[in-house]
T-cell receptor, first 113, second 115 residues
């Protein structure tokens, strides 16, 4: 059974730092992995989608990597800003599912000014 | 539309009343999902639509919950005889591809409070 884990559950860093959020999954048989952010009381915003054949995706200050064989993905945030404060969620789409996503519990990120 | 639109954004109702939540997906997106997020909890899958069909309704918590989708576009989630434990944010998402590679886009959610 696929399980997705995000560590740490919470992270607080000063503004300007580069940081890495981690997502691990137990079964490498996936179609893709997607990173989202969720602001308090809001819906989810898609950040990056990495297909299983890809190693990384970049968008602005964000870079997501995927190592399928080791069951790991990282989300790298460069030059963090207070506006990056949110909960970051990763989700994988298993090969044996037509539509289901398996979700991590999220990392709550606080960037201190 | 430009994004996934959900209404109402907030709904307060009394226990026992029926509620309808609406989702208008991104134009052209064939796949539509409903999720529920209780306070401080993760996402709970409710139902998935491919076009107007719902291949899997097993995530619906009870027979008080139902959902439909018409014209391959707008979807309505109906909760009958609401209970306090139904209080949560109900999130809708849509995806372009009818296969398994599609990126999911979420709406802002409908926050339901049952008194």
């Amino acid at each position: 059974k696929q399980e997705v884990t995000q560590i740490p559950a919470a992270l607080s860093v000063p503004e300007g730092e580069n940081l890495v959020l981690n997502c691990s999954f137990t079964d490498s048989a996936i179609y893709n992995l997607q990173w989202f952010r969720q602001d308090p009381g809001k819906g989810l915003t898609s950040l990056l989608l990495i297909q299983s054949s890809q190693r990384e995706q970049t968008s602005g200050r964000l870079n997501a990597s995927l190592d399928k064989s080791s069951g790991r993905s990282t989300l790298y945030i460069a030059a963090s800003q207070p506006g990056d404060s949110a909960t970051y969620l990763c989700a994988v789409r298993p090969l044996d599912s037509n539509y289901q996503l398996i979700w991590g519990a999220g990392t709550k990120l606080i960037i201190k000014p | 539309g430009a994004g996934v639109s959900q209404s109402p954004s907030n709904k307060v109702t009394e226990k026992g009343k029926d509620v309808e939540l609406r989702c208008d997906p991104i134009s052209g997106h064939t796949a539509l999902y409903w999720y529920r997020q209780s306070l401080g909890q993760g996402l709970e899958f409710l139902i998935y639509f491919q076009g107007n069909s719902a291949p899997d309704k097993s995530g619906l918590p009870s027979d008080r919950f139902s959902a439909e989708r018409t014209g391959g576009s707008v979807s309505t989630l109906t909760i009958q005889r609401t209970q306090q434990e139904d209080s949560a944010v109900y999130l809708c998402a849509s995806s372009l591809q009818p296969d398994n590679t599609g990126e999911l886009f979420f709406g802002e959610g409908s926050r339901l409070t049952v008194l």
